[in-house]
């Protein structure tokens, strides 16, 4: 089955500096979402990502959906202690199949 | 508005039980998707619903079955629960309109099997 590779596990920054998540797929996918998930709580949707090469910002955060469709990213400027969480990347193959499959996550952990 | 809602919080069952779990979606939401998240992994796909009939299937055993009603809320069921089974069993509903397929994900219900 159609498997979303997610690095890194875990990344502990100081306050301040910038943190990178990444999603790779061996298969095409038809669209990538974002979610973040609070210690102890649910995933909560940040964006999705449809068209090839697509490029979106919410504030601090920039996601990036690569060219072929296969690859993702996240980038956080200037990382806050808000920022702590789990970042997953789940991807959608498309067609009837409404099955979402989720990243195993990036921890991120910010000292202040 | 109210958000996705699950019930119970929490429940501890022993090895062999039966297990239901119920879902609210947001109003106007007519998908309902089942997750297990195991901790420190990312949610698995279990089943996915939309307008009461079963339009997605995980990598999950017969034991595990769901079941959507026509005021859209769902059931999960898991039968001759495992040790394995523990986890945070989440659903999220959708709209699965205008090209979004943005999952509202509710609180969970953390099932501890012993």
């Known amino acids: 089955g159609q498997q979303v590779m997610q690095i890194p596990q875990y990344q502990h920054v100081q306050e301040g500096e910038d943190f990178t998540t990444y999603c790779n797929s061996s298969t095409t996918l038809s669209n990538i979402q974002w979610y973040k998930q609070r210690p102890g709580g649910h995933p909560v949707f940040l964006i999705q990502l449809v068209k090839s090469g697509e490029v979106k910002k919410q504030k601090r955060l920039t996601f990036q959906f690569g060219e072929a469709k296969k690859n993702s990213s996240l980038h956080i400027t200037a990382t806050q202690t808000t920022d702590v969480g789990t970042y997953f990347c789940?991807?959608?193959?498309?067609?009837?199949?409404?099955?979402?499959?989720f990243g195993k996550g990036t921890l991120l952990t910010v000292n202040p | 508005d109210a958000g996705v809602t699950q019930s119970p919080t929490h429940l501890i069952k022993t090895r062999g039980q039966h297990v239901t779990l119920r879902c609210s979606p947001i109003?106007?939401?007519?998908?309902v998707s089942w997750y297990q998240q195991v901790l420190g992994q990312g949610p698995q796909f279990i089943f996915q619903?939309?307008?009461?009939?079963?339009?997605g299937r995980g990598n999950f055993p017969d034991r595990f079955s769901a079941r959507q009603f026509p005021n859209y809320s769902s059931e999960l069921n898991v039968n001759a629960l495992l040790l394995g089974d523990s986890a945070l069993y989440l659903c999220a509903s959708s709209t699965i309109t205008g090209g979004s397929w943005e999952q509202f994900f509710g609180p969970g219900t953390r099932l501890t099997v012993l």
């Open positions: 789940a991807a959608h193959s498309g067609g009837s199949n409404y099955k979402l499959t």
């Open positions: 619903y939309y307008e009461k009939e079963e339009r």
């Open positions: 109003s106007g939401h007519k998908s």
